[in-house]
Nanobody, 115 residues
Framework: QVQLVESGGGLVEAGGSLRLSCAAS????????MGWYRQAPGKQRELVAA???????NYADSVKGRFTISRDNAKNTVYLEMNSLKPEDTAVYLC?????????WGQGTQVTVSS
């Protein structure tokens, strides 16, 4: 049973910063990739950033240069550093972990950016 627990969300003013954490139960080495997605009310879930087991990263165009994904293998945790936040970044942010043929999701953490 894989559990992913997100934390670090909250309310922040535009231009501010937050760091999200996704703690996995057990080693994250077993995952081919881990990523952060977000879903705003009335919108589809979208990829924000992902990182492979080899450390290769991928970002949505809308967050490039503002967000940074990283992983701490010793802590079995993936982070999303979010800077220069905008109101349009407001959403529930969810952590995803992928193995071949399957994906695990966390419950999500709310990020609200006020203008």
């Amino acid at each position: 049973q894989v559990q992913l627990v997100e934390s670090g969300g909250g309310l922040v003013e535009a231009g501010g910063s937050l760091r999200l954490s996704c703690a996995a139960s057990g080693s994250i080495f077993r995952f081919n990739a881990m990523g952060w997605y977000r879903q705003a009310p009335g919108k589809q879930r979208e990829l924000v950033a992902a990182i492979t087991s080899g450390g290769r990263t991928n970002y949505a165009d809308s967050v490039k240069g503002r967000f940074t994904i990283s992983r701490d293998n010793a802590k079995n945790t993936v982070y999303l550093e979010m800077n220069s936040l905008k109101p349009e970044d407001t959403a529930v942010y969810l952590c995803k972990a992928e193995v071949t043929g399957w994906a695990y999701w966390g419950q999500g953490t709310q990020v609200t950016v006020s203008s």
